[in-house]
């Protein structure tokens, strides 16, 4: 039988039972963070709970364990004076998640999915998650729920202005998915976010406070009746492949004590 057992609630003389039987370990991980006056406080917990919940539930899904969610992690700058969010420093929160994982996988789970909600835990997570592989043999799978849908499907739910900002239409189409009681679409007027720079290079641009900015930004009107069952359908089934991808694939060999190992003959 699939699905997810819910480790909080598994007693001392059960979990050896549960760990043996389990095909991996779920963590989601969010923040606390102000997403506007439209949204909770606990915006990014509720998707990454949600998701993490939401795609065990389809049918001949994977056995796992879902672990209690990382509540508190560093916030940027841009969202840390808004009211309610609570910020942790970046190297308090990488020690915290190098400790949890690192926790997890002594527990005897050799594969561990972590579901993120919070876009600035990403570099984090996976710092993280690097310092544990090179410990401990463990594959580490880091998902985040914004990424599960693409810029040209969210085009499609909601038209051609920017809907992927931070509190805009698409995380408040992802919140009604899971918590429609949580959200206030009136309290909120429209924000357009500000211009992507006119160039097609990739880049990371971090600012103080961008202008406009009022701790969100997004076009908070482009919300329809329909759209927080689709991109929880969407995101829930997405995140089903990519498991199911990566249980198929091999698990890694033990990492190795040399740090400079031989792979080959000599040149000679």
């Given at each position: 039988?699939?699905g997810?057992?819910?480790?909080?609630r598994v007693?001392?003389?059960?979990?050896?039972?549960v760990v043996?039987?389990?095909?991996?370990?779920?963590?989601p991980?969010g923040a606390?963070?102000?997403?506007g006056?439209?949204?909770?406080l606990g915006t990014d917990?509720?998707?990454?709970?949600?998701?993490a919940?939401a795609?065990a539930?389809?049918?001949g899904?994977p056995?796992?364990?879902?672990?209690?969610?990382v509540a508190y992690?560093?916030?940027p700058?841009?969202?840390?004076p808004w009211?309610?969010t609570?910020?942790?420093?970046p190297?308090?929160?990488?020690?915290?998640?190098?400790?949890?994982?690192?926790g997890?996988?002594?527990a005897g789970?050799v594969?561990?999915?972590?579901?993120?909600?919070?876009?600035?835990n990403m570099s984090?997570v996976?710092?993280?998650?690097?310092?544990?592989?090179?410990?401990?043999?463990?594959s580490?799978l880091?998902?985040?729920?914004f990424?599960?849908?693409?810029?040209?499907?969210t085009?499609?739910?909601f038209?051609?202005?920017?809907s992927?900002?931070?509190g805009g239409?698409?995380?408040?189409?992802?919140v009604l998915?899971?918590?429609p009681?949580?959200?206030d679409?009136?309290?909120a007027?429209?924000?357009?976010p500000?211009p992507?720079?006119?160039?097609?290079s990739p880049?990371?641009?971090v600012?103080?406070r961008?202008t406009?900015w009022?701790?969100?930004?997004?076009?908070?009107?482009?919300?329809?009746?329909?759209?927080?069952?689709r991109?929880?359908e969407l995101?829930?089934r997405r995140?089903?492949e990519l498991?199911?991808?990566w249980?198929a694939?091999?698990?890694?060999d033990?990492?190795?004590?040399d740090?400079?190992?031989?792979t080959g003959?000599?040149?000679g």
């Amino acid at each position: 039988m699939g699905g997810l057992i819910d480790a909080t609630r598994v007693t001392g003389a059960a979990w050896p039972g549960v760990v043996a039987e389990a095909d991996f370990a779920v963590l989601p991980v969010g923040a606390f963070e102000w997403h506007g006056p439209h949204l909770p406080l606990g915006t990014d917990l509720l998707l990454a709970e949600g998701f993490a919940r939401a795609w065990a539930e389809t049918s001949g899904a994977p056995r796992g364990v879902l672990y209690p969610a990382v509540a508190y992690t560093a916030v940027p700058g841009q969202t840390r004076p808004w009211p309610g969010t609570i910020g942790v420093r970046p190297e308090v929160a990488l020690s915290y998640l190098c400790d949890v994982l690192e926790g997890i996988v002594a527990a005897g789970f050799v594969r561990v999915l972590v579901v993120n909600g919070h876009d600035a835990n990403m570099s984090i997570v996976r710092a993280a998650m690097e310092w544990v592989s090179g410990r401990r043999r463990c594959s580490l799978l880091l998902a985040n729920w914004f990424q599960l849908i693409t810029p040209e499907e969210t085009t499609e739910l909601f038209g051609a202005l920017p809907s992927r900002g931070h509190g805009g239409a698409y995380e408040t189409s992802g919140v009604l998915g899971f918590a429609p009681d949580a959200v206030d679409l009136a309290a909120a007027r429209d924000l357009p976010p500000r211009p992507k720079l006119p160039t097609p290079s990739p880049y990371v641009l971090v600012e103080s406070r961008p202008t406009p900015w009022e701790g969100w930004s997004g076009h908070v009107s482009l919300v329809a009746d329909g759209a927080g069952p689709r991109v929880r359908e969407l995101g829930e089934r997405r995140l089903r492949e990519l498991v199911d991808a990566w249980l198929a694939a091999p698990l890694p060999d033990a990492p190795g004590t040399d740090p400079h190992p031989v792979t080959g003959e000599a040149d000679g």
